[in-house]
């Protein structure tokens, strides 16, 4: 292993609201977390991630942040964050929290009170320019009252911040401290190239490219002086004992743009997206595997998250996700696990009178949102009548209950896969097409992306038979 403890861990996302419910009311909590931590351990992750738990009028479930230092009642109390912080770090589990920085509800005090923290301009018929929101419609609107726009890079109900005001920077530095002063390890920064905008708010260039979070922007996002927090608050964690973390979500479509967050007295790392926007293909995934390697110090893995569709729909099947999970767990670096992929659900097709998030609401229908990978995961093949994303009857099969010590079952896949998760040098090696091959350390890891079946020798760990992907000791 590594020196620092971060480098080749394995983070499991916890989507808080859809984890584990301890009181009933078909959202989860914080105790149903800690209540769950045998089974994290069992499982073999190092790290949890918890997504915001903090007080929230839940217009973007959670992202829309209007305290940043105590915990919303509907997830607990800070007493039950202490518990479980300290319940994890008793299993050696780290945890990083979720920080939400470049906006903040508009229920917060400071947006209810003189708004000086925000990015407003008085006045005028027209927004202050072309910004579209992320979500549909323009990213900026009008307050009547005050007679100005604010801007919303998301929803309305989300104002960004405005951090040329050092009175933000000094908020969220105590911010900060509270958290880790709180035992946290690190941060999971949302809409981290984003802080800060272009100060002429010019207009972006058009057409606008709208497939992923404003990905390419030029003038709303990924401007130099964003690059001063991070040196900031690289001093900060670093003056806190125990490789605390900054992990960025530096969204871009090139890996090339998130290099430099990733200087040395900045961000510890940033989500690689790459392969969450590959198909399952080789050669595409290959391209990207190189690519990220290329273009970054330390590359992280992700196949799935809270905002995107999970990749037994994704990819095709379940055979494929499953051959996905070891390809995954093989590559060098942190890898982000989101809760729920480890039994392999599936994107869930919900009726529109269920769907909640607000994307879907925005864009009137256009685009469905990210609820589907958002239902709470199925502990028991009693699913839990009343979550609040309902659950389909075939999970019962796919529950931990279900799933637990049943030979070849995804939860035992990756069980086994965390235990025998190799570590060293990664090196491709020559394969035929529709295949790839890699050493790891003394590991070679083999994927098939065909309905071939794959004649190997010597497997310690196999997917399936076809559309698989094995492990094979070097030795
Ligand atoms: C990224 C988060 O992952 C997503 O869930 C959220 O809606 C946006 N940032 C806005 O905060």
Redesign the pocket.
């Known amino acids: 292993m590594s020196e620092r403890w971060w480098e080749d861990a394995v983070f499991y996302q916890v989507y808080v609201r859809s984890f584990a419910d301890s009181n009933g009311d078909g959202v989860g909590d914080l105790p149903g977390i800690t209540s769950r931590l045998d089974y994290l351990d069992d499982l073999g992750v190092d790290a949890i991630w918890l ?1 915001p738990f903090y007080p929230s009028p839940g217009a ?2 959670g ?2 942040v209007s305290d940043y230092v105590d915990v919303d009642p509907l997830f607990g109390t800070v007493a039950d964050f202490d518990d479980l912080i300290g319940a994890a770090h008793a299993r050696d589990i780290r945890v990083i929290v ?1 920080i ?1 920085p ?2 903040s509800s508009s229920e917060h005090e400071w947006f209810k009170g003189d708004r000086s923290r925000y990015v407003t301009v008085a006045g005028g018929d027209e927004p202050p320019n072309n910004w579209p929101s ?2 549909g419609g323009p990213a900026w609107t009008y307050d009547e009252e005050r007679g100005h726009w604010y801007l919303h ?2 929803a309305p109900e ?1 104002p960004d911040l405005d951090w040329n005001e050092r009175q933000v920077r000094d908020d969220f530095d105590g911010i900060l401290r509270f958290w880790l002063d709180r035992g946290v390890d690190g941060f999971r920064i ?2 981290a190239h984003g802080l800060v905008k272009k100060a002429s708010l010019a207009d972006e260039p058009e057409p606008f490219p709208q497939e992923r ?1 404003s990905s390419d922007w030029r003038t709303a996002i990924d401007q130099p002086e964003v690059h001063d927090i991070y040196r900031d608050w690289n001093g900060l964690v670093g003056e806190y004992d125990g490789d605390r973390v900054l992990v960025g ?1 530096v969204v871009f479509s090139e890996q090339a743009r998130v290099a430099p967050y990733l200087r040395p007295d900045e961000l510890h790392m940033a989500f690689n997206f790459s392969l969450v926007f590959q198909p399952w293909d080789a050669e595409r995934i290959r391209a990207s595997i190189d690519e990220s390697l290329a273009a970054l110090p330390i590359v992280t893995w992700v196949l799935e ?3 995107v569709t999970r990749i037994v729909t994704r990819f095709g099947g379940e055979r494929q996700a499953r051959a996905a999970a070891l390809l995954l767990l093989a590559l060098p670096g942190p890898v982000f696990v989101y809760q729920g992929q480890e039994l392999g659900l599936e994107e869930v097709d919900l009726p529109d009178e269920a769907r909640q998030d ?2 879907f609401r925005r864009t009137r229908g256009e685009r469905t949102g ?1 609820d589907g990978c958002r239902v709470p995961i199925p502990w028991t093949r009693a699913l839990q009548p009343n979550a609040w994303l309902p659950q389909p009857p075939a999970w019962s099969e796919k529950s931990v209950e279900a799933q637990s010590g049943r030979h070849g079952s995804f939860l035992e896949l990756y069980r086994r896969a965390l235990e025998l998760r190799p570590h060293g040098p990664f090196a491709w090696r020559e394969s035929p097409p529709g295949t790839l091959m890699f050493d790891r350390g003394d590991m070679t890891c083999l994927v098939h992306f065909t309905d071939e079946r794959v004649p190997v020798e010597g497997v310690v760990l196999a997917s399936d038979e076809s559309n698989t992907a094995v492990w094979m000791s070097g030795e």
């Open positions: 997504t973007d479930h992202y829309d979720d939400v470049n906006h992320n979500w890079l998301f989300q949302d809409v979070f979500e998250n809270h905002d607000p994307i990210r």
